[in-house]
């Protein structure tokens, strides 16, 4: 349930999300921080489709990676996806590759809506920076994966249902409330509370 009378996001009164939201977009695009305030915003649940991935295989993802390679994980991360995509609605969060599974993508076409948090190279690299939990940044530098990555994703991050960019200074609140005006203009993610 969601009850916003006052909020610039002019979602209807009280109203109830129809449909998962799935975050997408490269890694540091802000995905699980701004999802947790969207979350919050609209009364469901963040879902994040790594955490769920590194439960079900008891492994974090760079063991995964490192046990049994980028494909496994890939298919470990579509089967997971489609699971996630059919529970109740909630905002969902995946990993920065998922959207680029033409089966995933389909799955969240069907089922869900697709929000695309675009960021530049400079926000992604200092988002990025200091941690070391993604695999595919610990080869070479950050910068020229994170460059190529977006020469490779952007164009079909870009067909998601909506995208909205992030801005410098902005907070995940504000990200929160634009996506939120975003879904609404969007017109397929929420319903008016049953009475
Ligand atoms: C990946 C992004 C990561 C994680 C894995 C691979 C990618 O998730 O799924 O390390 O291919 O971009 P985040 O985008 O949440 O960091």
Do not use: C
């Amino acid at each position: 349930m969601h009850d916003i009378n006052n909020s610039a996001a002019e979602t209807p009164a009280r109203s109830v999300l129809t449909r998962p939201v799935v975050l997408v977009g490269l890694m540091g695009a802000g995905k699980t921080s701004v999802g947790l305030r969207l979350a919050a915003a609209l009364g469901v649940d963040l879902v994040d489709s790594d955490t769920e991935i590194e439960a079900a295989a008891a492994m974090t993802i760079p063991e995964i990676f490192e046990k049994y390679g980028e494909a496994h994980f890939r298919d470990g991360e579509q089967r997971v996806i489609a699971r996630l995509l059919d529970a109740r609605p909630a905002i969902l969060s995946v990993g920065g590759g998922a959207f680029m599974n033409e089966q995933t993508r389909a799955a969240i076409r069907e089922k869900g809506v697709s929000v695309w948090l675009k960021a530049d190279l400079n926000l992604l690299v200092q988002r990025t920076s200091g941690r070391s939990h993604r695999p595919l940044l610990n080869n070479g530098d950050p910068r020229d994966v994170l460059a190529d990555l977006i020469a490779k994703r952007h164009p079909i991050y870009a067909k998601a249902d909506v995208t909205v960019e992030s801005r410098p200074r902005q907070t995940h609140e504000q990200m929160a409330t634009r996506i939120i005006k975003a879904l609404t203009a969007h017109g397929r993610s929420f319903a008016p509370e049953p009475s």
